[in-house]
Nanobody, 114 residues
Framework: QVQLVESGGCLVQPGGSLRLSCAASGTIFSLYTMGWYRQAPGKQRESVAV???????TYADSVKGRFTVSRDNAKNTVSLQMNSLKPEDTAVYYCNARYITAYWGQGTQVTVSS
C-alpha cells in the first residue's frame, strides 16, 4: 500500500508562485511514475506534469514554461514549482503514483485570486 500526502496549497495572487510537495511512503519510490493532476470545479481531472522513473518529464500545454516538476528519490518526494500563476490554475491538485497500480493523495487546494 502506498500513501501519498500533498502539502503547499494555499491562496495566492495572480502572477505569484507556489511550491507543492508530495511525500510518499510504503513503496520503492524510485520505481514509480509520479504525477501531478488537478481538478477544477465542474471539470474533469487533468494531468499537469508527469515525471517517470527514468526522469522523462511531460507537461500539459497550459503549464509549460511556468511549472516545473522534480523528484527526490532519496527523500521519496515529488514537487511542483508553479510560477506565474493564473486564476485558471485554481483547482485541487493531486499527487499520483503509478507502477502497475495507481495511487492518489487526498489533494491540496490551490486558489489563484486577487
Amino acid at each position: 500500500q502506498v500513501q501519498l500526502v500533498e502539502s503547499g496549497g494555499c491562496l495566492v495572487q495572480p502572477g505569484g508562485s507556489l511550491r507543492l510537495s508530495c511525500a510518499a511512503s510504503g513503496t520503492i519510490f524510485s520505481l514509480y511514475t509520479m504525477g501531478w493532476y488537478r481538478q477544477a470545479p465542474g471539470k474533469q481531472r487533468e494531468s499537469v506534469a508527469v515525471i517517470h522513473s527514468g526522469g522523462t518529464i511531460t507537461y500539459a500545454d497550459s503549464v509549460k514554461g511556468r511549472f516545473t516538476v522534480s523528484r527526490d528519490n532519496a527523500k521519496n518526494t515529488v514537487s511542483l514549482q508553479m510560477n506565474s500563476l493564473k486564476p485558471e490554475d485554481t483547482a485541487v491538485y493531486y499527487c499520483n503514483a503509478r507502477y502497475i497500480t495507481a495511487y492518489w493523495g487526498q489533494g491540496t487546494q490551490v486558489t489563484v485570486s486577487s
